[in-house]
């Protein structure tokens, strides 16, 4: 069995061998390796808003915030803080315990960091953990960002180092991995991942993850989204990965991360409730939750209140508080949440 919380020099041949094996197997695995770790009944629930809205210089082939595609996508400039308060105030009504505040930008300019930092201090009085996800970052942003009281930085690295150059060419991914840093040492949590069915190998999803693993630390939070294959995007017509594939994806971040909290990220709207499940078994241990993700559509509210009822899931609390934050994606239910007991210093929602 996988048990070794902290290997961070996994090689391709290794990650390979795991995305191989038989599924049950894999699967018996992946579960195995989640349940010794985190609660496997407990879902972190996070609630996207996009704060800064197309327009993007970057040409990202899978986004349809890119200014070069014409996705129908409206631009609009950084949201004010009240507003944004507004709908955090909803997504927390409406069971989130993070808030995750995106911008399509190629990275803020110096001039915007007083007003995002505003909106985050705001957003983290209302008792909720946040997270930004921003672009790259200069000198300074992700100290001024903590300084906020951010809790998180969402920065991804999308693919296998090899596949980056077929996907996105207006940066490198070296300069993905100088912001991640920028995130440790300012000591904010990291959350990166990527996206799968782009068109890549299962080696090259094999290196996505090896990448992450083989991180100075391993990301807290490890989203693992499925493409939203958009009109107008170069990948608009890409083909549709096999959905156990996807599982698979998910079992072996488990497998390579075991300390981690999985995100099934974004695809669930193009994914039925039985692939969902199978992704919680092997690991999954978040969702964004609520109708939209940036620009494009998410289950909706009641869909997944269903679904958290049919697997008995129920969802966690914000780490460190006294509990006041209750997710009421349960409430039809009316069960009660249990406290987060894990004892680890990874933010998990653990069995002690
Ligand atoms: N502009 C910033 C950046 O690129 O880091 C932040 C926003 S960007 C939209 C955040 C992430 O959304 C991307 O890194 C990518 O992983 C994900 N994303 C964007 N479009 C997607 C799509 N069509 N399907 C799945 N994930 C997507
Ligand atoms: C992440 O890994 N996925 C989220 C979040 N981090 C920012 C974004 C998904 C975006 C899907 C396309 C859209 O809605 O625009
Ligand atoms: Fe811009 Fe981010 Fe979209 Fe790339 S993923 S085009 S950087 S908003």
Redesign the pocket.
């Known amino acids: 069995m996988v048990d070794d919380r902290t290997r961070h020099d996994w090689s391709r041949d290794e990650v390979r061998a795991l995305f191989d094996l038989p599924f049950n197997e894999l699967l018996h695995r992946a579960h195995e390796l989640h349940r010794t770790h985190h609660d496997p009944n407990a879902v972190q629930v996070s609630t996207l808003l996009s704060i800064k809205t197309g327009g ?1 210089p970057e040409d ?1 082939a ?4 890119a200014a070069r595609y014409d996705t129908g996508v409206q631009a609009q400039k950084l949201m004010e803080v009240e507003d944004v308060l507004e709908r955090a105030r909803a997504a927390r009504a409406a069971g989130a315990s993070r808030f995750c505040m ?4 190629r990275g803020p300019k110096d001039r915007d960091i007083p007003k995002v930092a505003a909106i985050v201090r705001a957003v983290k009085d209302l008792g909720l953990e946040t997270c930004a ?3 790259l970052l200069g000198d300074g942003h992700a100290q001024a960002l903590k300084d906020a009281g951010l809790d998180y930085y969402n ?2 690295i ?1 693919s296998a180092p090899e596949f980056y150059g077929e996907i996105i060419h207006t940066r490198e991914y070296q300069d993905r991995l100088e912001t991640l840093e920028q995130v440790r040492d300012a000591g904010l949590k990291t959350c990166c991942g ?2 799968v069915g782009m068109g890549e190998t299962r080696d090259q999803r094999a290196g996505l993850l090896q990448a992450l693993a083989n991180l100075p630390a391993h990301p807290q939070s490890v989203p693992i ?1 499925q ?2 294959p ?1 009109p107008g995007t170069p990948l608009a017509n890409a083909e549709k990965l096999d959905p156990f594939e996807f599982v698979r994806t998910i079992a072996v971040a488990r497998l390579l991360m075991p300390l981690s909290i999985v995100r099934l990220s ?2 669930r709207q193009q994914m039925d409730d039985a692939v969902q499940a199978l992704c919680f078994y092997a690991g999954a241990g978040s969702i964004f939750h609520g109708e939209k993700l ?1 620009t ?1 559509g998410n289950p909706d509210v009641e869909a997944d209140r269903a679904l958290f009822r049919r697997l008995d899931l129920r969802p966690m609390e914000v780490s460190g508080t006294s509990g006041t934050v209750h997710a009421d994606i349960m409430a039809a239910e009316s069960r009660t949440m249990e406290q987060h007991g894990c004892g680890h210093a990874c933010g998990c929602s653990a069995v002690a």
């Open positions: 993007c990202c899978y986004c349809p915030q995106g911008a399509a930008w996800t921003l672009g920065h991804n999308d990527g996206i989204n493409l939203v958009v974004a695809g940036l494009t």
